[in-house]
T-cell receptor, first 110, second 112 residues
Framework: KAGVTQTPRYLIKTRGQQVTLSCSPISGHRSVSWYQQTPGQGLQFLFEYFSETQRNKGNFPGRFSGRQFSNSRSEMNVSTLELGDSALYLC?????????FGSGTQLSVL | GENVEQHPSTLSVQEGDSAVIKCTYSDSASNYFPWYKQELGKGPQLIIDIRSNVGEKKDQRIAVTLNKTAKHFSLHITETQPEDSAVYFCAASKGGFQKLVFGTGTRLLVSP
């Protein structure tokens, strides 16, 4: 069974640009969560989608948004990028209470 | 909201020694406490979890303990091996489909 797939693996953007990250969950999993990982801050929860609806939301500004499609694939968008948005963005699909993480998208904002 | 603190941030041990990582949580309503291991270049992976109705759980060389009164839970790794070297995260949630709140991580280095 294929794991969680995130694309692209690496991304370099400049301040002010926007970016879209993609996540394909494990087949049959309907929940997708997004986390931001930075050194010293650990894993910060962004949001979770279930059956195309946002079920939980973290404390990030409105520049961070997401959506989920009918096939459970999810996208995350960050608009007006700031230097502080440089991080590893992890997506996870969920079975019961267990999260299955992808390898992440490493975003660098210059 | 829930806040999870994790210590230490880095831990170096010799192969064969034991390692202990400690976490505290703030929300007494939390009842699910998983531990995730993240190897270099990979996403975190669940290694063990415990619920609030259990005080201790073991799985081979790893064990987790929970003190609900003190709101503490700990990960114990015995007979450490170089392949145990990774970043370990504790987390807490209220169970069900509530979000998982993670600690800041512990980088464990096991030297041969």
């Amino acid at each position: 069974k294929a794991g969680v797939t995130q694309t692209p693996r690496y991304l370099i953007k400049t301040r002010g640009q926007q970016v879209t990250l993609s996540c394909s969950p494990i087949s049959g999993h309907r929940s997708v969560s997004w986390y931001q990982q930075t050194p010293g801050q650990g894993l910060q929860f962004l949001f979770e989608y279930f059956s195309e609806t946002q079920r939980n939301k973290g404390n990030f500004p409105g520049r961070f948004s997401g959506r989920q499609f009918s096939n459970s694939r999810s996208e995350m968008n960050v608009s007006t990028l700031e230097l502080g948005d440089s991080a590893l963005y992890l997506c996870a699909s969920r079975r019961d209470e267990e999260l299955f993480f992808g390898s992440g998208t490493q975003l660098s904002v210059l | 909201g829930e806040n999870v603190e994790q210590h230490p941030s880095t831990l170096s041990v010799q192969e064969g020694d034991s390692a202990v990582i400690k976490c505290t949580y703030s929300d007494s309503a939390s009842n699910y406490f998983p531990w995730y291991k993240q190897e270099l270049g990979k996403g975190p992976q669940l290694i063990i979890d415990i619920r609030s109705n259990v005080g201790e759980k073991k799985d081979q060389r790893i064990a987790v303990t929970l003190n609900k009164t003190a709101k503490h839970f700990s990960l114990h790794i015995t007979e450490t091996q170089p392949e145990d070297s990774a970043v370990y995260f504790c987390a807490a949630s209220k169970g069900g489909f509530q979000k998982l709140v993670f600690g800041t991580g512990t980088r464990l280095l096991v030297s041969p």
